[in-house]
């Protein structure tokens, strides 16, 4: 079975929503035979590359709510990342264009590493000091080596704005024609989604029904045609 997962490293929900979903993942009984892929979703796909502000300021801005108001978010987002086991900067941090992390993403699936790239980068962004955004590439360089990825692969990535930039944009047309205007956006083998941070109890739930519902092949035959099996073809005789 495979779980498709559109998320944006700037969505604190899809931090937390991925430590809810592994938790329901390492409970579920056929989780060796689960595939999960990762796509990219932009929260904020019109801002500018080098345009980084807090997150506070961003928040005021883009729902129209006090400081107050917004940093009170932040502090039950902090409590809730808590909740899971996970760091959650609630003061401090800043937003910015995750462009490059999606496109450095789709070349860490090449290699085997995405998932491995994906939780570096949330937590980079949610718990650490230093900016995802605003020391440049070789910030993000510096992450994918953590990941595991070759540091000078990872650098002619970002240095060539086409790399990868193609698969970013097709995942993202994807999750509107699948009818996903937020995230993060779970996709069970294209048969159940679910969207949102939901609690680990619904990811089991969702994983158990997209596994037992998944429709067995149903083969048309009528009995009568040749074909190769483990003790080789057969021979027309005429």
């Known amino acids: 079975m495979r ?3 559109w998320s944006d490293i700037a969505c604190p929900w899809c931090y937390v929503g991925k430590a809810r979903f592994e938790k329901a993942l390492e409970a579920f009984p056929h989780r060796d035979r689960v595939e999960v892929v990762h796509r990219s979703f932009e929260l904020d796909p019109g801002r500018a590359k080098g345009d980084v502000q807090p997150v506070l300021a961003m928040l005021t801005k883009k ?3 006090s400081e107050a108001q917004a940093q009170s978010g932040e502090e039950n987002l902090g409590a809730q990342a808590a909740a899971e086991g996970l760091d959650y900067r609630t ?3 800043d937003h ?3 462009f490059d992390m999606h496109r450095l993403l789709h070349f860490a699936k090449e290699q085997g590493r995405q998932d491995e790239l994906i939780q570096i980068l949330y937590r980079a962004n949610f718990a650490e000091e230093r900016s995802v955004f605003s020391e440049g590439q070789e910030r993000l360089v510096e992450l994918a080596v953590e990941a595991g990825l070759d540091a ?3 650098r002619g990535v970002l240095a060539d704005p086409a790399a990868y930039a193609d698969e970013v944009r097709a995942d993202e047309r994807e999750a509107a024609e699948l009818g996903a205007n937020g995230v993060p956006f ?3 083998d294209r048969a159940y989604g679910v969207s949102g941070a939901q609690p680990a109890e619904v990811f089991a ?3 158990t029904q997209a596994w037992g519902d998944r429709s067995p092949l149903k083969l048309i035959d009528d009995g009568g045609a040749e074909a190769c099996g483990p003790d080789g073809c057969a021979v027309p005789q005429h």
């Open 63 to 65: 729902y129209g709510m």
């Open 205 to 207: 739930q969702a994983l």
């Open 152 to 154: 000078g692969a990872a």
């Open 186 to 188: 779970f996709v069970l």
């Open 3 to 5: 779980v498709e997962i």
């Open 96 to 98: 910015g264009n995750t």
């Open 91 to 93: 003061r401090g941090r």
